[in-house]
């Protein structure tokens, strides 16, 4: 008889959970796994004993990583191939996938905010940052006062800063003496909490430094290891070693330089702001939206204000899209604004107000005192007509305008108030070509855009009464 038959023959349970088994049963399984076991506790036990090689794969690939990595930070001239972008490098140690559970549950170093919290993480540690906008904007002003207020570890804007940071400012174009004095003057205007000397600025050589040169890189490397810089801000890019057009792979190979900083530095947590100029179309010159964490856009909306538009904000969903509006303070720094009125909620506010403080108005004296071509003030009369806002009492005979809040306004007739619509255009028939014609249809356009249907607004661009009548009419 078979010796492993003979062993089991007597054997009635599973070893491990005490369930029946036939002698064949307890045969079989035997087989396989040199005892008595029913198939639950045959599986169970294959499945813990794959997860145990795999942590030992796991294990083993994670210390061979960290060798490759303290060799590559030792080795000397330093490699850029051996960056850790470098796809083929990094597959050179094989491939490693674990289960989600098992992947969040790892505790990873660089996952802290500098700007923003846990959960909503404008500028996270390591993160690539581009500043952008027309020249003379107000990009350099904003992010010194952005940097001070990192060192300080007071909030900006209404965002904020969980600790102090290290800043490092590198500006590479302009006359140094020019830049000193607006740092002295950001200097003795601060008022926030104390920096205690963590802004620092590159003085030589002034306006030279690259990423496009390795010994430059090895440099900069050098001081951020030694200040312990946790942020650096530098710009513009066309003067840092950028040269190129700007397409994705360009930009890449960029940042792949930028990287090298880090990576040479050894602080992998170091984030970077760049400043970029923006192009003619308005936008950053170069493909930077598919490739940096955060670009912010600056623009400038009139004397002494400017829009910080969150064009992107990769780990922040809740300010992606958002902009803040702010008005110049004394400092060298800025506050917080209400974004100043759109020409047509401009026209529709100074309608309204000159229609209640003038109660029975003719057109005549509504247009004389409103700013704007006849053409588009008669667009936001009939919108304002269509919406209750403004009453025309006056029937066929002409304009006798009421503001619906005044109180002193005759009441109409309710066939009169059904027919409002109808009565509101006085100098033409339904069917009659004419002013009074497009003026019905422009109403009836306005009516759709601003209750049925509005468009998507341009997040730069907003107010309230804006529809497709205030395209192209600032005339």
Not at 183 to 201: D, I, M, Q
Not at 312 to 330: G, I
Not at 354 to 376: C, E, F, I, K, M
Not at 409 to 424: G, I, N, Q
Request: contains cysteine; hydrophobic residues 35%.
């Amino acid at each position: 008889m078979d010796p492993l038959r003979e062993q089991v023959s007597g054997v009635a349970a599973c070893a491990i959970c005490g369930d029946r088994l036939t002698p064949y049963e307890a045969y079989e399984l035997a087989k396989d796994v040199g005892v008595a076991l029913c198939s639950p506790c045959v599986r169970s036990s294959d499945r813990r004993r794959r997860e145990a090689d795999r942590k030992r794969r796991a294990i083993d690939m994670h210390e061979q990583r960290l060798d490759a990595l303290l060799s590559d930070v030792s080795s000397e001239p330093h490699d850029l191939s051996k960056r850790s972008g470098d796809n083929g490098a990094e597959l050179a140690a094989g491939i490693l996938i674990v289960t989600a559970a098992e992947f969040a549950a790892f505790a990873e170093h660089g996952a802290d905010p500098i700007v923003g919290t846990a959960d909503s993480q404008l500028i996270a540690e390591g993160a690539d940052v581009v500043v952008y906008g027309d020249g003379g904007v107000g990009k350099t002003t904003l992010t010194i006062d952005l940097g001070y207020h990192l060192a300080a570890g007071d909030d900006w804007q209404g965002i904020a800063i969980p600790r102090p940071v290290r800043v490092l400012l590198v500006e590479n174009e302009g006359p140094r003496p020019l830049f000193r004095r607006k740092v002295a003057r950001k200097e003795l205007s601060w008022a926030g909490s104390p920096t205690e000397g963590r802004v620092f600025v590159l003085e030589e050589p002034w306006a030279m430094f690259s990423f496009a040169h390795e010994e430059h890189r090895q440099l900069l490397a050098d001081k951020v290891a030694e200040l312990e810089v946790d942020l650096a801000i530098i710009g513009p890019i066309t003067a840092t070693g950028m040269d190129a057009p700007g397409t994705i792979a360009e930009v890449r190979s960029f940042t792949h330089l930028v990287d090298d900083v880090r990576a040479l530095s050894g602080r992998t947590t170091l984030a970077i702001i760049l400043i970029h100029h923006e192009n003619r179309a308005g936008k950053p010159s170069g493909s930077w939206e598919g490739v940096c964490d955060t670009l912010i856009h600056v623009t400038q909306q009139g004397h002494g204000r400017i829009r910080v538009f969150f064009q992107k904000a990769k780990w922040a969903s809740d300010l992606h899209l958002t902009k803040l509006d702010l008005v110049w303070a004394e400092g060298d720094t800025f506050a917080r604004t209400e974004a100043e009125a759109s020409r047509p909620e401009r026209t529709w506010d100074s309608i309204a107000d000159y229609v209640l403080a003038h109660g029975g108005t003719a057109w005549g004296p509504v247009r004389q005192t409103v700013s704007g071509t006849d053409g588009y003030l008669q667009q936001r009369r009939d919108a304002m007509l269509a919406d209750g806002v403004l009453i025309n009492a006056g029937g066929k005979g002409g304009f006798r305008l009421w503001h619906r809040d005044d109180p002193a306004r005759p009441p109409l007739p309710e066939s009169r108030a059904e027919d409002r619509t109808d009565s509101a255009f006085p100098h033409a028939p339904p069917d009659v070509e004419g002013e009074g014609a497009s003026c019905g249809g422009a109403v009836r356009k306005d009516r759709t855009a601003r209750t049925d249907a509005p468009a998507t607004p341009d997040p730069e661009r907003t107010g309230p009464h804006n529809g497709p009548h205030d395209e192209g009419q600032d005339g």
